[in-house]
């Protein structure tokens, strides 16, 4: 191997491994922001969410949700105490925290997986961006980012938001499972 070639395939490993070693963007996960309306939801819930973390650490919360064409709020619980309030309108999302709740978790959170979860699928496809896919197989809702799965949600019951459903967030390593019940105990 000449000296000239040599020198260009040092070169081009060099370039290599420092793209290699410069930090990746994360991928981050669509927020649909649907409105109320579009959500498509007149509920009013009571909510055991189950987060389990990559790690195997687990956390549990109660929760009251409730869901109209106005808004959509939520009162998180642990241990009786709340520790997440939001209140989503279509256009502003308030939140009031715990100084508990660990940063990671908060209104926009909840809002995206309560919308990827609940919301119609011809609503959660129109606010997709460019890359973006969502899979609907009645029982089972898959989001994927060019062909990639992101998130997986299974549902145990129809209508989907009474009974269990499970999301698994591939991108950042968690699994949401959601039991929930109409708060005046009737069933459809």
Request: hydrophobic share 45%; proline share 5%.
């Amino acid at each position: 191997m000449n000296a000239a070639l040599r020198v260009a395939l040092l070169g081009l490993l060099l370039v290599l491994g420092a793209c290699a070693s410069l930090p990746q963007r994360r991928l981050q996960l669509p927020q649909p922001k649907l409105t109320p309306a579009a959500m498509a939801m007149e509920a009013s819930l009571v909510q055991r969410l189950r987060f389990t973390r990559g790690d195997g650490g687990n956390e549990v919360l109660e929760a009251q949700l409730e869901s109209d064409a106005t808004g959509l709020r939520l009162a998180a619980f642990a241990l009786g105490r709340r520790v997440l309030l939001l209140d989503w309108d279509g256009v502003h999302l308030a939140e009031q925290r715990a100084p508990q709740l660990p940063d990671s978790v908060g209104a926009a959170q909840f809002l995206r997986d309560l919308q990827f979860t609940y919301a119609p699928t011809a609503a959660l496809q129109a606010a997709l961006p460019a890359g973006w896919q969502l899979r609907d197989d009645g029982d089972r809702r898959e989001l994927l980012w060019r062909g990639t799965s992101a998130m997986v949600i299974a549902y145990a019951t129809m209508p989907r938001w009474q009974g269990t459903a499970t999301l698994d967030n591939r991108i950042e390593g968690y699994r949401l499972e959601i039991e929930s019940a109409r708060a005046d105990g009737e069933t459809d």
